[in-house]
């Protein structure tokens, strides 16, 4: 009785109390009880259907699925690119990557050197300076990809640190890539190519010479002939030599703003990872908190502690996968240790879908992508844009559910914003919309009628969704050439976006993607009689997206994509190594 009568008086507190105050004291945010912490788990490369929850029958994800389980599942989540750096650079900031400039025109799709000037413009807002703004404690653990610094070395101007994290641990760069000999191989072929595309207009000029002199009867006439060959081997040696050099170029760790293990111990990182999210998740567990991990899995070169080696059936791929999974589960498992479960909105993710290219004698190295055509580096094709997307919040966000309609990566940087009662930047376009309503279930217009899919700089294809309803419609204008015969550019690292390697379409290719999800039949005016109409709504929706875009310097291309030895961080002095990380062992 007595309880009962506590209870009445409190819901008279609350309804007297919500009607009292003044509406504009309570921003967006208010309507959730409280502000939650954020933990954003981003896989790297995953694809779609390497999950149990997506529908993978044959590899263990236990601790995705049941964070699956346990909130919201997005069905259509689509990344803003299908590469690394400007899919991560969307992500953060809510827009469009082109806005930013965090694109190339010049093919290099991802920033290629720790030390070149490009990456996340210091203009460019992220949803960790929003927070940490609004008070929150932010930090990220793991892979950066958005580059370092401007002009000179330290001033770290792209740096975690200077969009928005208090607390930064992990690799500037893409790192694992050249940490070990499987990739540092590629690297060295890259530049023997380049190598042998400087020697190469060389080689007639000194044939030429050749000839002559053997056909002169002197006596010094092999003498230029030597000396170029001495040279190509003097070049050939240092690229071999360079190879390392290289390697430790891009491959370091760093806490904060110092570098603190040059080269990088590749097999310790997933453990260093995990106790750095443990050791922050205990800090800040009185405050609010944004926790980014980004994890190096499952790029490429896939490394795999003891523990999960040999796990699954399928390969490396699949044994890195399921410890991608393992890790997933530790860092949740921190969190409910904290008693932080309740109050933490958990977000899992993968920057882009698997690559399908990564492959050598036939064994995979890139993930599977269930199904939809395409993958990593293919501007529109589904397979590479389209992810997994996990939300779980207990108590908030019904377990369970899951959804269809089309959202993006982008739409978390103002999800999060009003959960924490901080608003967006007014003063530039903000492309994601936020999903609390589409995630919570109210009803309402869906957050996208309209996606644009970009290659680099080139639009490949657009989705439509009506508001009014019906089937998702995507238009390819651009796709790219696969191998005769072939679902991929197999040979090549990824495919191209624009020039010989792709073609246009005129008229663009049309397909229904809620009846043909693996875009497997273009649908033809004839068959669709309303082919020509969602044709000219997509194509005004472009004009009307073009019109908003605003021209900004290209972060991806020369010269600021290439390696600028002034940038180059280096510690211990040369030849750059130092270890001041505890080693903790594999995984
Ligand atoms: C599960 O994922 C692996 C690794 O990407 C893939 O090879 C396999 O085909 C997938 N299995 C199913 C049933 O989807």
Redesign the pocket.
Known sequence: MLQFRIRSIWTLVVVVGTWILPAEAQPRGASWRRRPNFLILLADDL?L??LGCY?????RTPNIDRLAQEGVKLTQHLAAASVCTPSRAALLTGRYPIRSGMVSSEGQRVLQWAAASGGLPPQEVTFARILQDAGYLTALVGKWHLGLSCASLGDHCHHPLSHGFQRFVGTPFSAMGECTQWVLTQKLGRLRAGLHVLLRPLCPAVLAMAAGHLLRPTRLPRAPVLWASLAAVLLSAASVLLGPLVARADCFLMRNHSVTQQPLRAPGVATLMLREAAHFLHSARRSPFLLVVSFLHVHTPLVTGPRFLGS?P?GI??DN?QELDWMVGEVLGMLEAEGLREDTLVYFTSDHG?SLEAQVDGQ?Y???N?GYRGGKGMGGWEGGIRVPGIFRWPGQLEAGRVIHEPTSLMDVFPTLCYLAGAEPPRDRVIDGRDLMPLLSGSPGRPPHEFLFHYCEDVLHAARWHPARGGPVWKVHYVTPNFRPGAGACYGLPVCPCSGPGVTPHDPPLLFDVSGDPGEARPLTPRAEPRFWRVLGRVARAVARHRGTLRAAALQLDAPRSLWDPRLQPCCGGFPCRCDREPFFGAA
């Open positions: 694809g259907g390497d529908g993978n029958s044959t590899l699954s399928h791929y699949g996968v698997g995979q890139g993930g599977w269930g």
